[in-house]
Nanobody, 119 residues
Framework: QVQLVESGGGLVQAGGSLTLSCAASGDIFRVNTMGWYRQAPGKQRELVASITYGGNTNYADSVKGRFTISRDNAKNTVYLQMNSLKPEDTAVYYC?????????????WGQGTLVTVSS
């Protein structure tokens, strides 16, 4: 079994910054692509950013130039540095990982962390 534990959400004023962290633990052979998704009230969950094991990144157009995703493979941890935050970034942010365990290939989600950006 694999678990993802997120941290770093909170309340910030528009223009401010926050950094989210997500650590994977459990029956892990390798953590492959990791990503951050978000879901605002009344909206569908959407991809914010993803990063492969080798470090290739992908961003939603709405966050390009403001958010940076990175990872530490030794710690099985992914980070999301969020700068120049806007009220429309307010959402629950979920960590996602594609994990090769010792017996399977699984997709895992974190419990979510709330980011609130005030105007």
């Amino acid at each position: 079994q694999v678990q993802l534990v997120e941290s770093g959400g909170g309340l910030v004023q528009a223009g401010g910054s926050l950094t989210l962290s997500c650590a994977a633990s459990g029956d892990i052979f390798r953590v492959n692509t990791m990503g951050w998704y978000r879901q605002a009230p009344g909206k569908q969950r959407e991809l914010v950013a993803s990063i492969t094991y080798g470090g290739n990144t992908n961003y939603a157009d709405s966050v390009k130039g403001r958010f940076t995703i990175s990872r530490d493979n030794a710690k099985n941890t992914v980070y999301l540095q969020m700068n120049s935050l806007k009220p429309e970034d307010t959402a629950v942010y979920y960590c996602n990982a594609l994990v090769t365990t010792n017996s399977a290939y699984v997709e895992v989600w974190g419990q979510g962390t709330l980011v609130t950006v005030s105007s």
